[in-house]
């Protein structure tokens, strides 16, 4: 229940809010159509520090949820999950940048093909 609660307090936010000047939040909804996938970009080079990435859907799957790492034109897949859920699908992972040289890309693929998925992907800067 007090997960739910959180989780629901994360979606009310809205969209890109600027917390602090060292507290990134990003937040948005994404609906990705059968058999397709969808790729979010975040500049990250000079912007050194942790990074929680949080994937919620409440969908039918299967989804898969894939975390890149880049720099320049390398992409490197670092975790990738596959959940085969009907509804609660969830997934977190921490994204370190210290050095501040790396790209954060988040892919999300949806292989129901009977119809969308709607994700919401959540991006916080941890202290």
């Not at 969808?38 to 000079?46: D, I, S, T, Y």
């Not at 390398?74 to 959940?83: A, F, G, N, V």
């Not at 994204?95 to 040289?101: D, I, L, P, R, S």
């Not at 954060?104 to 693929?109: F, N, S, T």
């Amino acid at each position: 229940m007090i997960r739910t609660l959180a989780c629901l307090f994360l979606l009310t936010i809205g969209s890109p809010v600027q917390a602090e000047d060292n507290e990134y939040l990003y937040y948005r909804d994404v609906t990705i159509p059968a058999f397709q996938n969808m790729r979010e970009f975040f500049n990250l080079p000079n912007h050194p520090g942790h990074y929680q990435v949080t994937l919620v859907s409440d969908s039918v799957g299967p989804l898969t949820f894939r975390i890149i790492r880049a720099e320049e034109d390398i992409e490197i897949e670092i975790k990738r999950h596959r959940s085969y859920h009907v509804g609660d699908h969830e997934f977190h992972f921490s994204f370190a940048n210290t050095e501040g040289k790396f790209d954060l890309i988040v892919e999300m693929a949806n292989s129901n093909p009977a119809g969308s998925a709607k994700v919401s992907v959540i991006v916080v800067e941890l202290p």
